[in-house]
């Protein structure tokens, strides 16, 4: 499975993107999908999760209320809308297809990662 990210871009604080994750060489229908994101100097960190039949949702709590996960598994894709963006939201973002939950807590155990998609909001 080849996941490919898109959608990053620079916008202005309160700003809104789309962030798209579209899978290829084998659906991703039974897996979890989820959004980290990486800043300068700072670990990985969980943003969001949605369940592989897309029946629950999973945050971090510093998004909490702007960002939303979804997933269409007809197009082997799944996307973050983000809204209301703040500079603290600057980072890479990575795409990810999982089968255990516990994933979004350890970050262990990712079955496949995208190749990340750049956010950055200014001031």
């Known amino acids: 499975v080849q996941l ?13 993107l789309r962030l798209s994750c579209a899978a290829s060489g084998r659906a991703i229908t039974y897996y979890h999908a989820g959004w980290f994101r990486q800043a300068p100097g700072k670990e990985r960190e969980f943003v969001a999760a949605i ?21 269409d598994n007809a197009r082997n894709t799944f996307y973050l809308q983000l809204n209301n963006l ?38």
Not at 55 to 62: L, M
């Open 4 to 16: 490919q990210a898109s959608g990053g871009g620079l916008v202005q604080t309160g700003g809104s």
């Open 51 to 71: 369940t592989w039949g897309g029946g629950s949702t999973s945050y971090a709590d510093s998004v909490k209320g702007r960002f939303t996960i979804s997933r």
């Open 86 to 123: 703040k500079p603290e939201d600057t980072a890479e973002y990575y795409c990810a297809a999982f089968r255990m939950w516990e994933v979004i807590n350890t970050l262990h155990g990712v079955d496949y990662w995208g190749k990340g998609t750049q956010v950055t909001v200014s001031s």
